[in-house]
């Protein structure tokens, strides 16, 4: 029941900040990581255990590791020593995370979630702090301050969204980023992430697909075009010489809604003859090391150029995916790069110059289709999409992590009558995340996923009442598997869907047969009375 997440605690809790002790109730977290995932990925500590449990079987030298590793890692990254130098405890970013906001819980205040690694750092590696302790906020590390860390620092999504208030540009998603590190080096991981990451690099993809069910997959999804469009489309799978190596999250070939995302890139890539092919190792465009590590990150970010290499592509075209897109725009380029055994990438129906992606050669789905209409290169009737009056959440990785702001909806906008924005300090660069996000997409949490979810869902809730929006189009997998749990409780009646859906339905094809329903097999219908 909605009202039961809405009476959220806003008292001022009794005690100390500084004291440790965290209730591990089931709804509020993820279950730990099972030995054989932590096994096949290499990583310490493989064994049973649950966080609930007293004893967490830590290895016995966890304090020194941990220490050793914060040390390593203040060496390394000059981020996390200016991060944890440099607050001034102005509150700016207090009231801007989702999690606050919907769990009122002031150790999910960003200034405060970072002040738990802060005040280890003070204590171990500062003269006031060893001399003064508490009195400048130092602390000593405990198990009980390691379970705190697993607590909160798993109960941020990276979301990114504080740093825009931060007049510093503190950006609190790297110190849980630190954090989940560290907590990786005695073993301290969520199944959730490390199994997706584990099937990754087993597999080429989260759930674990082989090969064969990946072929099996797309000839369902290219028979599936042809019943709607009445063409035979033929899908290439690992063909050595393409111009293009096209990767997508495994989600939008195995779960809905994104399989009609699927489909509607698989119809523009046969309307314009795209000389492509998928790879069914590099069968996954999503990243979970990002969730856990960046060596982690750049393992699983690594095997998609090295298939691009294999099979001597030109460059990379990439679907609708969040953290995929923040891994190569951030990342990809120190941890992999300069991918310059690939060619800048150039449009090859309009052209265009993608200059923006000469180091890491991979183009964005939503930047290639949108010059695809910018040049005029496409045929859409956008009344196909009549049934929908949509909206769009910015996904937080392609809009705050590589500004990708005004393509998707350029290309809403082009292939839909009904379009409404949410409020303005809810999208662009101060979206909402969805709540689900680095691997907290998982029903366990189920509760927390709710109350993190809450800011997006209220803005959601605006547009329906005021302009009867029904549905919220978005770019990335998890808000895609995600959302529609989170809109069934507080919003029903909002759908979700990608935006390259709604390019197949206004898509029309040369040679197609009549269509009389779209990518969802429900009837078209057209309004009389929408904007043209
Ligand atoms: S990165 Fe996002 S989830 Fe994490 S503290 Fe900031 S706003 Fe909250
Ligand atoms: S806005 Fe920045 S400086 Fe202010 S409390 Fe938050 S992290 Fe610290």
């Not at 301290?188 to 490390?194: D, L, P």
């Not at 060619?343 to 949108?370: D, K, M, Q, Y």
């Not at 910015?394 to 290309?411: F, I, K, Q, T, V």
């Amino acid at each position: 029941m909605p009202e039961k997440l809405l009476s959220i605690e806003q008292k001022r809790p009794q005690g100390d900040w500084r004291d440790a002790k965290v209730e591990f109730r089931k709804g509020t977290i993820c279950y730990s990581a099972a030995a054989k995932n932590i096994t096949y990925l290499g990583l310490p500590n493989p064994r049973q255990w649950q966080p609930f449990d007293a004893d967490w079987k830590l290895p016995p030298d966890w304090k020194q590791t941990i220490l050793a590793g914060m040390k390593e890692r203040l060496r390394k990254y000059r981020s996390f020593r200016l991060f944890m130098e440099i607050c001034v405890h102005c509150g700016a970013c207090a009231d801007k995370c989702h999690f606050y906001v919907g769990s009122g819980d002031p150790k999910n205040m960003p200034v405060l979630r970072a002040e738990l690694m802060r005040s280890v750092y003070r204590r171990y590696f500062t003269l006031t702090g060893r001399l003064l302790g508490a009195l400048v906020g130092a602390r000593e590390l405990t198990e009980d301050v390691i379970k705190e860390w697993f607590y909160y620092f798993y109960q941020c999504t990276g979301c990114r969204r504080c740093s825009v208030f931060c007049p510093y540009g503190i950006d609190t998603a790297e110190i849980t980023m630190m954090g989940r590190e560290l907590l990786d080096l005695i073993g301290c991981n969520i199944n959730w992430v490390m199994e997706p990451a584990a099937n990754c690099l087993r597999t080429g993809n989260h759930l674990g697909v082989q090969p064969h069910a990946f072929q099996d997959s797309i000839q369902f999804a290219a028979d599936e075009v042809e019943e709607i469009t009445g063409l035979p489309i033929e899908v290439p799978i690992n063909r050595k010489g393409a111009e293009i190596l096209f990767v997508m999250p495994s989600a939008d070939y195995f779960a809905t809604p994104h399989y009609y995302t699927l489909l509607g890139y698989l119809m523009l890539f046969h309307e314009i003859g795209l000389d492509y092919t998928l790879s069914a190792f590099a069968s996954e465009g999503g990243n979970f090391g990002l969730f856990s590590s960046h060596e982690l990150t750049k393992r699983l970010n690594a095997k998609i150029y090295e298939e691009a290499r294999r099979l001597h592509v030109k460059w990379i075209l990439g679907g609708e995916c969040g953290h995929m897109w923040r891994v190569f725009h951030q990342y990809m380029d120190t941890m992999n790069g300069p991918a310059d055994f690939l060619e800048p990438p150039v449009s090859p129906i309009t052209g265009t110059h993608f200059r923006n992606a000469l180091s890491t050669r991979a183009v964005h789905i939503c930047e290639f289709t949108a010059d695809l209409i910018h040049h005029g290169k496409l045929r859409l009737d956008r009344s196909r999409n009549d049934r929908w009056n949509v909206t769009y959440h910015d996904s937080c990785n392609p809009s705050r992590a590589m500004g990708l702001l005004e393509e998707p909806r350029y290309l809403l906008k082009s292939v839909c009558r009904n379009f409404h924005e949410m409020p303005e300090n809810t999208i662009r660069e101060q979206t909402f995340c969805c709540g689900s996000g680095a691997g907290l997409g998982t029903d366990e949490n189920l509760e927390m996923r709710l109350r993190g979810g809450f800011p997006r869902a209220n803005a959601v809730k605006y547009v329906k009442e005021r302009h009867g929006v029904n549905l919220l189009a978005c770019i990335c997998a998890i808000d895609k598997a995600t959302l529609p749990t989170l809109l069934e409780y507080w919003v029903p009646g909002v759908e979700v869907a990608g935006v390259h859906e709604l390019l197949g339905n206004a898509l029309v094809m040369t040679g197609e047969k009549e269509r009389t329903a779209d990518l969802r097999g429900e009837p078209l219908v057209r309004e009389k009375s929408a904007h043209e």
